[in-house]
């Protein structure tokens, strides 16, 4: 029988980590499952004061889990002094990767991972969803999962949480609504994959920050992945400063007012997307010139301005080939890269963005119920969860007919 391994990598999670475990233990699923938990910080942090209480609350995190019996858990140990990490290997990307590999040695090829976070809280039915999922689909590889943050009854933190959500899933239905392949939303704590796709590609990238959306995107180029589930994961909405970016350090930045990293784009960003999508027959055929396309030009200057496309034809053997070996160049990253860059060039404030948006996703509805006052920047929190709530049924509509 296929076996379901949960992976969760922790650093100073003893306030949060009861709940994801009690969730967890409360799982209604015919597949046997066991837990993997990587409890982790610097070695360095032994030697600053400030960190000192890092150091014991991960401390008793592991007295905590040694003494855990709801579940099977198999704890590794990377906070302990002498066993932090040390050098440039460090932080939740090291973790998943350690985690992972761990599991791989424990696992058949058909064996299911499922990716965590020790702040995050799942349904009773969540693992067998994930695990019939994949039984049922036999070309499946990976599933980046559909999110939902719950509210925290604190304004504050609601509004900037909220905030940085709406920019998230603006984004992605924005690229699925063009029908990019690479519109997936990568939270680690929202990833599944069989143990024979993860060793295929080489397990996880162990950045210290963002090493999902990479993670995701070797799903994307290798065919396979779903975006959409029966169930969704609840990740905690809190500040955090532990990783470079993310939703913690977002949520940081948007209780100052500062969201120049996480703007809402208008879909008009994402139009040269389209346009170079639909010109494919053309540029394969030689037809069309990079630069009558401004996001093929930009791909091209990306390229120090040599022909990707001749090389790209020389080396296919027919069309389907082709756009393939597009897609692999032009993938998440740069598409990223482009919205930032052309966003900068021609800024289109929010109110007017969202709107406009809105307008485009639901011909013909009514937009009264949304406020006069500026979008966002001055919203309650029941206002921007109204607005998040209908982005994410938009989305999850999207989501279920994504294929990659």
Same mark, same amino acid.
């Given at each position: 029988m296929v076996a379901v391994r949960v992976a969760i990598p922790a650093m100073d999670e003893l306030e949060l980590m009861p709940a994801t475990l009690d969730a967890l233990a409360k799982q209604q699923t015919a597949f046997p499952f066991e837990i993997y938990i990587c409890v982790n910080q610097p070695e360095s942090y032994w030697f600053h004061p400030e960190k000192r209480s890092i150091c014991e609350h991960n401390r008793q995190l592991m007295v905590y889990l040694q003494n855990y019996k709801l579940l099977t858990l198999h704890v590794l140990n990377r906070s302990s002094r002498g066993k932090g990490w040390t050098g440039k290997k460090t932080g939740v990307g090291q973790a998943r990767k350690i985690l992972f590999a761990k599991i791989l040695e424990d696992s058949a090829p058909d064996d299911i991972i499922v990716s965590l976070d020790a702040d995050t809280i799942v349904k009773p039915g969540y693992l067998q969803s994930v695990a019939m999922q994949f039984i049922n689909e036999r070309t499946l590889n990976a599933i980046a999962v559909p999110y939902y943050h719950p509210l925290n009854l604190d304004e504050p933190c609601d509004k900037s949480m909220l905030r940085y959500e709406i920019?998230? @899933? %603006?984004? $992605?239905? %924005? &690229? &699925? %609504?063009? %029908?990019?392949?690479? *519109? +997936?939303? $990568? &939270? *680690?704590?929202?990833? $599944?994959t069989r143990a024979k796709a993860l060793a295929k590609i080489g397990n996880i990238t162990p950045l210290q920050s963002g090493e999902d959306f990479y &993670?995701?995107?070797k799903f994307c180029k290798m065919g396979g992945l779903r975006l959409f589930n029966t169930e969704c994961v609840y990740p905690a909405g809190r500040y955090s400063n532990r990783v470079p970016f993310g939703t913690g350090p977002a949520m940081s930045l948007g209780r100052e007012g500062v969201w120049d990293s996480?703007?809402?784009?208008?879909?008009?960003? +994402?139009e040269p997307i389209k346009a170079a999508y639909d010109l494919l027959p053309e540029l394969y055929a030689n037809r069309t010139n990079h630069t009558d396309n401004e996001f093929l030009y930009f791909l091209q200057q990306n390229n120090k301005g040599k022909d990707i496309w001749a090389d790209i034809r020389n080396n296919v053997k027919d069309f389907p080939h082709f756009v393939k070996a597009f897609h692999q160049k032009a993938? *998440?990253? @740069?598409?990223?890269?482009?919205? @930032?860059?052309?966003n900068r060039q021609n800024p289109v404030n929010e109110d007017t963005a969202i709107t406009e948006n809105l307008k485009l996703w639901f011909p013909g509805k009514p937009l009264d119920w949304l406020p006069r006052t500026p979008v966002l920047t001055e919203h309650s929190v029941e206002q921007l969860d109204r607005l998040r709530n209908i982005l994410f049924e938009k989305e999850q509509c999207l989501r279920k007919t994504f294929i990659s």
């Open positions: 920019y998230m @899933r %603006n984004y $992605a239905i %924005n &690229l &699925l %609504n063009i %029908n990019s392949p690479y *519109g +997936f939303t $990568a &939270l *680690g704590s929202a990833i $599944a &993670l995701v995107q996480y703007p809402i784009y208008p879909h008009s960003v +994402f993938d *998440g990253l @740069r598409i990223l890269q482009f919205a @930032r860059t052309k």
